[in-house]
């Protein structure tokens, strides 16, 4: 990277503790790659609201493996993205540095709030109008929104095909109605995250993070070569 490259504006926030203002300020201080990057661009999205808080810091763990099982991927940027608190939204520069990633991602810590998984679906659409966006990963466990401004949203990623994929925590209803219609409205897929198969859920990401490095060719001859899990994702967009 090089720092020729327009600083990031990240969205407007008033951090509520510490935490989150070292986020953002972290985040800032790093290059954001040019929009015409010919790498792959995948946004990482997390809940990070006080519902995930009695599971957090094994959620942490497993998704910190995920990512790094992801990074193996090469030609591959990564937007981190988190909500929590009262409208509390932090978004990192594209990075394609996995540790730089990992580093902001451990610095997020969960605050009781709301839902804001419309604004996730909307800031992707946004990112996309400055330059491409291969795929959106949200990691989360309940929706408190409205489903029909969420389902909304989904359909205007679909309209500059966007796939989202979905890991939902606990896999409880009804958000699981709701995270299933967002992975059928972008084409994406849907899978349930807890810790009782952390190999799966590093295979999926990686799986996810091939997609959007490679396509979908590349998507389906991991699949075939992996088989499991990532071979059931490959099938999955393929059925819609």
Known sequence: MTDKTPPHKTPATRPTSQSVAAFLQQAAQVPMRAPDSKNGRLIFAMDATASRGPTWTQAMGIQTEMFQEAATVDGLDVQLVYYRGLMDFGASPWLSDA????GLMRGVDVISGHTQ???????ATGEVKRGKVNALVFIGDAVEESADLIAAAAGH?????VPVFIFHEGGAEPAGATFRQIAQITHGAYSVFDASSPQQLRDLLKAVAIFAAGGRKA???FGRKAGGVALKLTHQMGAK
Not at 117 to 123: A, C, D, G, K, S
Not at 157 to 161: H, P
């Open 219 to 221: 998507l389906e001859n």
């Open 157 to 161: 990623l679909a309209l500059r095909g």
């Open 99 to 102: 540790e730089r990633v990992i």
């Open 117 to 123: 998984i419309e604004r996730v679906l909307n800031h």
